[in-house]
């Protein structure tokens, strides 16, 4: 039961033939299984989860508040706050921190009774592409335990891919939901920026940062968007707009959808199987009807480097906090402030992490901002307008989600730009603000290849719409990794 | 490119080892030499995209609401005496 998705276990639930008790303890006998060669989770919340689940049966019994996650077990990325339950980002400096609220997200899920069964592994403050730089342990991909899940929600990716949870939420930066989602043959969708409120996600790059599920199917991230999306009093950046039923745009139809290919992203640095798999998605979608045609942003060749100024240059602001003050590590015996703040920032903060504060600093120093940061914001717009051009005449952009399938571990950890590269079809999107999705299409070998659809600014809906349709005319969602 | 490591690592308040220092060095060089393409961006007319979405301030009537849980709170403090956060000394 634990390879069902949400939509499927929601009719057994409500129909009474399965107990939300049975399906978290099933949950749970899954991870005692393969949580040993996946790693997906840095923290296990079993007794919280069944008392959830009783609730959940409770309120099946009654008929009252039944909600399509009621009783569905969940697992929450480790950057996401839970009242009284360890929130590390994955980082030494937090690795003792119990929040003192719930994140939004959190608050939704709780109230529309999904059972959270844990918080799962990440990249280190969300910073990395294949959830090695976590303080804790790398996690593995469910397809290949030699091969990383991505990142850096790839702890959530796995945990989904390994069916040891059924949904997942993750955070997307420059692609930390769709590129392990990718690698690990999942849905992912990064809403557009504002349509889910941040509060309670522990800060990365704040104008970037944006929340989103991972699941098994496009039915699933349907109906975890009707939950998650919406305007929040207490995150000014959420935008105060009506919140469709997501799952109208379940039809299974693209006849006369306007498809545009981006051709910057099919030619060289994109792995050939990658490429393949992806003209044979297009293929399929235009014997559905939906008419295609090529795209040019000539501006994706800089989007790299605009992100690794731009979100350091926010990150090195937001990483401030951590200073041994108010909560986390604090380095003893240090005599003064100022030697205290250092040294506890050192032993704290990981080698990328510290990096990118590096970076982000020298980024927005005196005599380089102008050159470095400046120069980025104003780059930002050409990519920006670059999208509007192309959805003139477009419904929703196609491209590969990552130019390769998941590499092994180890791969890429001692060049930090071959790294940052893993994320070039993924970046342009962030910068922008815009909503892409990422779903299977594909194996080379074992490992599972992601077509990335991405729409305009709070269109989601054209996503679903898009990706449900050559969901349903495929058959890669049904294939599990076999551990 | 020559970047003055010991400097940012102060404006960063880390205290890097002599390693990490190196490491850094030619590491942030190769990356900001990568950064340098953007310059090829003719932007002269360009204005600079803080936030992706329209964005403005929201403001909302200054009023004090009570706190229920300030020893939930202060428990995550590393040092804290009678309800306030206590560090090393600032003034000699």
Redesign the interface.
């Known amino acids: 039961m634990n390879n069902k998705t949400a939509h499927e276990l929601h009719t057994l639930l409500t129909e009474r033939k399965l107990s939300a008790t049975e399906l978290t303890e099933a949950a749970f006998a899954r991870i005692e299984k393969v949580e040993d060669k996946v790693k997906a989770f840095v923290t296990l919340t079993k007794d919280e989860a069944l008392k959830q689940a009783r609730a959940a049966d409770e309120q099946f019994k009654s008929g009252k508040n039944i909600t399509p996650l009621t009783g569905i077990p969940i697992a929450v990325k480790d950057n996401m706050c839970t009242r009284?339950t360890l929130t590390t980002c994955s980082s030494k400096i937090l690795a003792?921190?119990?929040p003192?609220?719930d994140a939004t997200v959190v608050t939704k899920l709780k109230a529309a009774g999904a059972v959270i069964i844990g918080k799962t592994n990440l990249d280190e403050f969300a910073m990395g592409s294949s959830t090695e730089n976590s303080a804790f342990h790398p996690t593995r991909n469910p397809w290949d335990v030699k091969t990383v899940p991505g990142g850096s929600s790839g702890g959530s990716a796995a945990a989904v891919a390994a069916s040891e949870t059924i949904l997942a939420t993750g955070s997307d930066t420059g692609g930390s939901i769709r590129q392990p989602a990718s690698f690990c043959g999942v849905v992912g969708l990064k809403p557009?920026?504002?349509r889910v409120s941040r509060y309670g996600l522990v800060a990365f790059a704040s104008?970037l940062d944006q929340i989103g599920p991972l699941t098994k199917d496009v039915t699933d991230a349907a109906i975890m968007m009707n939950l998650l999306a919406g305007h929040d009093?207490k995150d000014?950046?959420s935008?105060d707009l009506p919140v469709p039923d997501y799952r109208q745009a379940l039809v299974g139809d693209v006849k006369n959808v306007r498809i545009g290919v981006i051709k910057e992203l099919m030619g060289a640095g994109i792995e050939p199987e990658v490429k393949d798999a992806i003209k044979a998605a297009v293929n399929k979608l235009a014997e559905l009807g939906a008419k295609i045609t090529e795209v040019s942003l000539p501006?994706f060749?800089?989007a790299?480097?605009?992100y690794?100024?731009i979100a350091p240059a926010e990150a090195?602001s937001n990483l401030?906090r951590y200073?041994?003050?108010?909560?986390?590590?604090?380095t003893k015996g240090?005599?003064?402030?100022?030697?205290?703040?250092?040294?506890t920032?050192?032993e704290g903060?990981g080698?990328e992490v510290?990096?990118r504060?590096?970076?982000g600093?020298?980024a927005l120093?005196a005599g380089y901002y102008d050159?470095?940061y400046?120069?980025?914001?104003?780059?930002?717009?050409?990519i920006?307008r670059d999208f509007e051009k192309a959805f003139k005449d477009c419904d929703v952009l196609l491209s590969p989600t990552a130019p390769t399938v998941a590499f092994k571990l180890g791969a890429k950890t001692a060049d930090?730009?071959a790294m940052?590269l893993s994320d070039i079809a993924t970046i342009p999107v962030n910068?922008?603000?815009?909503p892409a999705l990422s779903l299977p299409c594909g194996f080379a070998g074992n490992l599972p290849i992601g077509l990335q659809v991405i729409g305009q600014?709070f269109k989601e809906d054209a996503l679903f719409r898009v990706s449900f349709a050559y969901e349903q005319n495929t058959e890669w969602h049904k294939k599990t990794a076999a551990l | 490119m020559q970047?003055d490591?010991e400097?940012?690592?102060r404006?960063?308040?880390?205290?890097?080892?002599p390693e990490?220092k190196k490491l850094?060095a030619r590491?942030?060089s190769?990356?900001?030499e990568?950064?340098a393409?953007?310059?090829?961006?003719e932007?002269n007319d360009?204005?600079?995209?803080?936030?992706?979405?329209p964005?403005k301030?929201?403001l909302?009537e200054d009023k004090t609401i009570p706190c229920e849980?300030v020893e939930?709170?202060l428990?995550?403090?590393?040092?804290e005496a009678s309800h306030m956060?206590r560090?090393?000394?600032?003034l000699e």
């Open positions: 009284g003792n921190y119990l003192p609220y557009t920026y504002g104008s009093p000014s950046t935008v501006s060749e800089y790299v480097a605009t690794y100024l090195s401030a200073d041994g003050v108010k909560f986390g590590l604090r240090d005599k003064d402030l100022i030697t205290m703040y250092s040294n920032r050192q903060f080698p510290k990096r504060i590096m970076l600093t020298y120093s050159a470095y400046l120069k980025a914001l104003k780059v930002r717009t050409v920006k930090p730009l940052y910068l922008a603000g815009l600014a | 970047i490591i400097h940012i690592a404006l960063a308040r880390v205290a890097l080892s990490e850094f590491q942030l190769s990356i900001l990568f950064a393409n953007l310059q090829k961006v932007t360009i204005p600079p995209t803080a936030h992706a979405i964005m301030n929201v909302r849980n939930e709170i428990a995550n403090a590393p040092d956060f560090v090393p000394k600032i």
